[in-house]
């Protein structure tokens, strides 16, 4: 189990280092550029007629990248209070069952939607899809969303055996309750 936990935390550190870069990087980029575009639009009174799709793709990609990496953080579906609730009430077994029932919800979800993110890649390839201004092809797109939601998936399953592990081990009775969990 100790070979898994270093491979499942290898994993995990270049998905975070590698797309939360390029997440991070794509995001200040458009900021930029979207703010250029406010100040062509209504101090020179002249746009990029793509400038709009531009600004909202790469935006979009952006937080695609960077879903995994918050799962990786277990920062999605927050909700602390239920959790505090619960340990207060001293419901650990509860905990430790929600989280391997939201990590497998998690996997299961993200891994049907890359799944089938895969026909929409090639029917959007197949028909030339493009974006509203007729400048860019949406498959792109689409891949950036397939490969962010198909690592979250990767990441939620790592976890889900890491959760499993945790439970048989019986860390839920001793681990404190931790606000940032995706309970």
């Given at each position: ?14 998905i975070e280092k590698i797309l939360g870069t390029l997440s991070a990087l794509l995001m200040i980029g458009v900021t930029l550029f979207a703010l250029a575009e406010i100040f062509r639009r209504y101090i020179l009174g002249v746009v990029f007629e793509w400038g709009q799709d531009a600004v909202i793709y790469a935006t979009m990609c952006s937080v ?120």
């Amino acid at each position: 189990m100790k070979n898994f936990y270093q491979i499942s935390e290898l994993i995990k550190l270049w998905i975070e280092k590698i797309l939360g870069t390029l997440s991070a990087l794509l995001m200040i980029g458009v900021t930029l550029f979207a703010l250029a575009e406010i100040f062509r639009r209504y101090i020179l009174g002249v746009v990029f007629e793509w400038g709009q799709d531009a600004v909202i793709y790469a935006t979009m990609c952006s937080v695609a990248f960077f879903i995994c990496v918050t799962q990786i953080k277990r920062g999605h579906l927050v909700m602390s209070a239920v959790l505090q609730l619960l340990s207060a009430y001293k419901f650990f077994r509860l905990i430790g069952f929600a989280k391997i029932f939201v990590s497998t919800t998690v996997c299961i979800f993200c891994a049907s939607l890359t799944y089938t993110a895969i026909s929409t890649i090639q029917y959007s390839i197949k028909i030339s899809e493009l974006s509203e201004s007729l400048f860019f092809y949406m498959w792109p797109f689409h891949t950036c969303l397939a490969i962010g939601l198909g690592l979250m998936s990767l990441v939620a399953f790592l976890q889900i055996i890491e959760d499993i592990h945790s439970y048989i081990k019986g860390d839920h009775f001793t681990e404190k309750v931790e606000l940032s969990t995706d309970v």
